[in-house]
């Protein structure tokens, strides 16, 4: 798939006073002359690739298939995967001459060692869901690694993005793992320092298998609080960071900082877990999704930056995508199909039907302010419909704890390079079930045969075109019986300085993970 390149424009609303934020220092390592200095949200939670694909663990580990500017490409494999006609053998060469930080040399046993791991239910990996359909790995020789599929699987190639620590390092549960803090990896960097709570420190190696890096450290500050990041980016603290799209656009054009804007499969909706009897009504579920205005929540959350959808399909990908299948923003209709369900207006202005109010939680995480902003917006738009909606500030851990029987402000996407990653967990009935060591998997339960079926038609079809016929027929099932409120698709809004000095700066479609490990630094170690 060829990335187009985008023209990147946007205009700023108001000025922010460019001053340092009270009470605050920049830790200042010694740098070397080639050196970034970036601000992250959130402080990462762990470093073992075998938790989550796509975050800062790329710049530790390399993966078999890794992102290009173009869509996948082979990274530590020789070419792509090749497979047997059927689709469930899939065979990997390997690269010569890769090494891990640790000086021990890469090969196939480390692949094997990698996969089976995740596929362990001791491991407790929360990407095992997504491996299931692997019956065994195996190294036919020290370069050369053999899957073997349970079915055939058309998007298989994008499995193979798992970074891969070095053999030893794996096996047990990953909550003690040494990679939570201690990566091992054959990527264009090391970690060097680790201030927990407040930086981290990344240096180039010199025996990188692709060549050292231009930019020899990366000193990342993790500052949660988006006014405090803008803040430090007017004073100078940091060279980048990724920001909301309101801010982002506010701070573009002041004091040398850009804004860059790159395209993903990232996604954000509602999730109506079927454990309330409130959700278990299509038609009720419909009406949500018909009262939701979500080109307004476009225009002022995103400020633009995104798209409506209806369905977890985005215009990322392509032929894939279904534009017509799309809920139009009509409260009439939505009020009518509430009425016909029995959920009549009550004299507090709030539906109810055999004395059960038509109200419930809604939970979004705290620090962001993209979920905050969209669960407010559909909190009101609900309100107009005589729905209340209690919205409800929480915590990661919380999150994981409630959102069996609570409504979520989800974040989708996952790997924007094969629809199959974008529903199959999300829709399809077999992930219905809750799972404490895979909580978003399938958040509203949602359960429907005729998705199931064609999700299953959709892997096992090699001809592309036929595969997005397959998808495109899916999101009108969708809308016919939404399994949630999906509301926009978010292009990712970075702000940043300096970088018209390296080369290449390029744009790339994004997964649901975004910070600093993405935007206009995701291909940092190449460039020059």
Known sequence: MRIPTLLVAAVTVFTVTACQASGTTSPQPAEPETALRLAETNEYETLNP????????????????????????????????????????????????VTFSDGSAFDADDVVAAYQAVLDPATASPLRGNYELVNSVRASDSSTVVFDLATPYAGFPVLLTLGIPAAETVGGSILDSPLAREPVGTGPYTLTNWQQGTSMTLTARDDYWAGKPLIEQIYIGFVSDENARAQRLLSGDFDGAQLSPLVANQLNGQQGLEIFVN??????????????????????????????DRQTMVDGILAGHGQAISTPI?????????????????????????????????????????????????????????????????????????????????????????IETTAFVFGGGDVPYDPDTQLYTTVHSSFAAFDPDDPYSNASQYRNPAVDALLDQARREADPNLRNADYRQLQTLLIADPASVTVFALDHTYVARGLDQYSPIEHVVEPHEHGIAWGPWWNVASWR
């Open 314 to 402: 985005t215009p990322s990908f392509g032929e894939a995508y279904d534009p017509d299948a799309a809920f139009g923003y009509d409260p009439q209709q939505a009020a009518a199909l509430l009425d016909a369900a029995g959920w009549t207006l009550g004299s507090d202005g709030v539906r109810g039907k055999d004395g059960v109010r038509f109200s419930f939680e809604l939970m979004y995480f705290a620090e962001d302010t993209v979920r905050r902003d969209l669960a407010q917006a559909f909190a009101s738009d609900m309100a107009k419909l005589g729905i209340e909606v209690q919205l409800l500030a929480v915590d990661r851990p919380q999150a994981k704890q409630k």
């Open 263 to 292: 395209p993903s499969g990232d996604y954000r909706g509602i999730t109506l877990p079927e454990s309330q009897p409130i959700f278990q009504d299509p038609n009720v579920r419909i009406a949500l999704n018909l009262g939701t």
């Open 50 to 97: 075998l938790e989550y694909t796509f975050s800062i663990t790329s710049k530790f580990y390399d993966s078999l298939v890794a992102v290009g500017g173009d869509g996948l490409e082979p990274e530590l494999a020789t070419e792509m995967p090749v497979s047997n006609a059927d689709l469930t053998e899939w065979t990997v060469h390997l690269r010569d001459g």
